[in-house]
């Protein structure tokens, strides 16, 4: 569609923007010069048939094609094409006749490309101008009437109907206006007289026909001379040259000739340009006696391809004549093609699949010909390939997966070169990092870990220190160590073992006891602080090593205050023999359990002896009428430990054969019986009441379960009153000094029926070679009867072992 000019001009320019399908691109539209900013253009969004929604998020754009600036953008909200800079015609076109802006609408996600074609319409912004302020012309008195007299036309900026239409010559009585496309002249209409008139002065007019029409005019002074009939004549009509834009300075570019078949100073001829610009005028120059033109200022083809230049020859007196001058510039590779990066996406994640598009950029070369014509190339130890595109895009896409851990940045240079002779080239380096992606778990230096702690260690001591390392970035490489939920004897993990979040170091809760446990294993969890979190596990195994803090427990006899035990000692009794025995224990183990018996103090020291690792008493001779019927002995036993730690005990031997000799031990027994009897009693009634009804179901389970007699096999067990017994004795494996294959026989008498007993289960203890301990004398419990009081009695061979 195309709309009237002259319509556009009477409505005070309140133009219609049309909408045109062109061969200038996908999209017309034709805008008059001089627009406000922001003024609206047309709704490329409705003219193109995009949804206006998606404008920001596919990052539209108005790109100016080629080297230049850019006159129009887009409004993302609505999809409007405005003004975004000042669009002179003139300025930006000369005196062409149509005055085309191109520019590219881009969309991305996908890529999408139209063209824009901006016609920029004349306006009658500028007036008229004649190349002068002052025509002076030199006419003879000779000349006839209807001689004519050139005069150089007005130039005006703008086309069209707003460029010079018509002239009017100031009334007068001489001269007339002939006026004949672009020649305009004076034409005599009347005689001079020189002697009545020897100058005249006139006013021309130049008027356009714009609205409102703007004018411009030049004074004209006529000076009346004698006669000067012949002016100067160009050899040629149209001068052409060729110039390459590479052309240095003071390069002659064409020589213009004329001549002028007058003589004398009517025939000397001079040259000048006629109407050029200021621009034309800094680039080229004439010489005004030789005619030769010259360069005087640097050319670029890109900017201008060709000169139009109108050249003057003038003789003394005034009359001049004028040629065309046309320069043709050639294109030289003085241009290196440029790279502007259109998009770019940095950082990328490493877990992104091949073939994933990174960034966008688009070459131009601002020559012609082969000189435009370019090729990109990136270097070839990256994972990245360039894929060409519409016209002079390209995309920038991976060609292998990525992993930071290796290479976290990558420096990509883009080299653009042309074809041209030479060829010339430029490069743009652009940076892309690598994002971490949590795609390794923490990984420990070692597959296990062991630690040695000393028993009685202080609560919050170090045991040991795991670390575990994970090649991922910040959050996705930070380790935090935790113990993973399970059980020491029956107890949390944690309430024995902690372990620092951040640094691995593993303390202790709490004091760890060797007579508890051994050893133990924990699992210990390194998690990062990715998302989702990845993690690895290690087995961390605790080993307690034994300090000697137990001192040794005699297990008998019995500690004095329970209970008054007293051996006897036959009077026949050979050197050798065996007396007692001291029982004792040691909850340490290894050399610190290793135990030695010494008879510290004794009534007779030549009369028994103890020996060292069994404990046995033995007469060390026979006994004698002479001999004490009693004796005391204070054992001390110690242990192998650093330092060592000892326990003592009183053993009390009677030599008799005979109870009734000693008739004071009865009463003594009866005493002691009493008092506890009656402390018993209490407990035993509070208890009766108690558990009366569990007694009851146990005694009817019995009668019903068991109908066979109960026997008490006694093998391999020692009978020792439970009082005599350390706490937790029976738990500590391996830990005591008795050994299995020791057998004792337990004897009750008159105070047996206020003690309870434990049968302990003997421990193949190896702290010491059997051989170096105790010598073996295994004996068997034999029956077990009931003596007259109804107290069980076991028979020893020969010594007799007597409990008060």
């Not at 061969?23 to 922001?38: I, N, T």
């Not at 050197?575 to 135990?595: E, F, P, R, T, Y």
Request: proline fraction near 5%; aromatic fraction near 8%.
């Amino acid at each position: 569609m195309r709309v009237d000019r002259f319509v556009l001009q009477t409505c005070g320019f309140v133009f219609s923007l049309l909408w045109l399908r062109t061969a200038c691109g996908d999209v017309s539209y034709s805008l008059p010069e001089e627009m406000k900013r922001e003024s609206v253009i047309g709704n490329i969004a409705k003219d193109l048939g995009l949804d206006t929604s998606t404008l920001a998020t596919r990052k539209a754009r108005i790109d100016a094609d080629g080297h230049g600036e850019q006159y129009s953008e887009i409004n993302l909200n609505n999809g409007d094409l405005t003004v975004a800079e000042r669009v002179d015609r003139e300025g930006l076109c000369g005196e062409k006749a149509s005055c085309v802006l191109k520019h590219e609408l881009v969309l991305e996600n996908p890529l999408e490309l139209h063209r824009i074609g901006l016609h920029v319409q004349d306006i009658n912004d500028n007036s008229p101008q004649f190349n002068e302020d002052l025509i002076t012309l030199e006419i003879r008195e000779s000349a006839v009437r209807g001689a004519r007299f050139l005069i150089e036309e007005a130039h005006d900026a703008d086309i069209g109907t707003n460029s010079v239409q018509t002239y009017n010559l100031q009334n007068n009585d001489h001269f007339m206006l002939a006026v004949s496309g672009n020649t305009v002249e004076l034409v005599l209409d009347k005689e001079l007289d020189r002697e009545k008139q020897n100058g005249i002065s006139l006013v021309l007019t130049a008027l356009d026909g714009g609205s409102p029409r703007r004018s411009g005019t030049v004074a004209i002074r006529v000076t009346v001379l004698d006669a000067n009939d012949n002016a100067p004549v160009f050899s040629q009509a149209v001068y052409e040259a060729s110039l390459p834009e590479s052309a240095l300075v003071d390069t002659v570019v064409v020589t213009v000739s004329a001549a002028d078949a007058d003589e004398g100073i009517n025939g000397d001829v001079t040259y000048d340009f006629g109407h050029v610009s200021e621009d034309v005028r800094k680039i080229f120059k004439i010489d005004r006696k030789t005619g030769e033109i010259r360069v005087t200022g640097s050319l670029d083809f890109e900017s201008v391809t060709s000169f139009d230049l109108r050249v003057k020859a003038k003789d003394g007196l005034g009359l001049s004549s004028y040629t065309k001058v046309s320069i043709a510039i050639t294109d030289v590779n003085d241009n290196a093609p440029m790279i502007n990066m259109k998009s770019w996406t940095s950082p990328i994640p490493e877990n992104i699949s091949p073939g994933t598009e990174v960034g966008i950029f688009n070459v131009q070369d601002r020559d012609s010909g082969n000189n435009k014509q370019v090729r990109c190339a990136i270097q070839q130890n990256v994972p990245f390939k360039l894929v060409p595109s519409i016209k002079n895009y390209y995309s920038l896409v991976t060609t292998a997966e990525l992993d930071r851990e290796l290479v976290s940045d990558y420096n990509i240079t883009i080299t653009a070169t042309d074809e041209g002779s030479p060829p010339l080239s430029s490069s743009k380096s652009v940076q892309l990092s690598v994002a971490d992606v949590n795609d390794n778990p923490p990984v420990f230096e070692e597959q296990s870990y062991n630690a040695y702690v000393t028993e009685n260690n202080k609560p919050g001591s170090t045991l040991c220190s795991v670390s575990a390392l994970d090649p991922d970035w910040r959050q996705n490489g930070t380790v935090i160590y935790s113990l993973l939920p399970g059980e020491v004897n029956g107890a949390p993990v944690s309430s024995y073992l902690s372990v620092n979040g951040d640094t691995g170091l593993i303390h202790a809760v709490r004091s760890l006891d060797y007579e508890q446990f051994r050893s133990f294993k924990v699992q210990v969890m390194a998690r990062d602080n990715g998302s989702p979190p990845l993690s690895s596990n290690v087995t961390v195994s605790v080993f307690i090593t034994d300090v000697n803090d137990n001192s040794p427990q005699i297990l008998y006899p019995a500690p004095e205050g329970h209970s008054f035990m007293t051996e006897l000692v036959p009077k026949a009794a050979q050197g050798g023999s065996l007396v007692s025995k001291v029982i004792a224990v040691d909850a340490d183990s290894g050399q610190n359990a290793w135990l030695s018996y010494h008879i510290v103090k004794s009534t007779d020291p030549g009369l028994f002896t103890i020996g060292l690792h069994s404990g046995e008493i033995r007469t060390q001779r026979d006994i004698s009428e002479s001999d004490n019927m009693k004796h005391n002995l204070i054992v001390a036993v110690k242990d192998n430990g650093q330092p060592s730690l000892s326990a003592t005990c009183s053993m009390y031997l009677l030599i008799s054969d005979n109870l009734a000799e000693v008739p004071e031990l009865k009463d003594m027994s009866y005493d002691e019986t009493n008092s506890k009897l009656t402390s018993y009693l209490i407990i035993a009634l509070v208890s009766v009441s108690t558990f009366f009804l569990t007694f009851i179901i146990v005694i009817l389970g019995v009668r019903f379960c068991r109908r066979r007699k109960p026997r008490l096999l006694l093998d391999g067990a020692v009978a020792i009153p439970s009082a005599y017994l350390p706490p937790n004795y029976a738990e500590v494996d391996g830990a005591g000094t008795l050994r299995s294959t020791y057998n004792y026989d337990a004897y009750l008498t008159t105070g047996s029926r206020t003690s309870d007993f434990k049968f302990v289960r003997s421990y193949n203890d190896n702290t010491l070679p059997a051989d170096q301990t105790l010598k073996k004398s295994p004996t068997d419990f034999t029956e077990v009867f009931g003596d007259a009081d109804g107290f069980p009695e076991v028979r020893l061979d020969k010594p007799n072992r007597l409990n008060l």
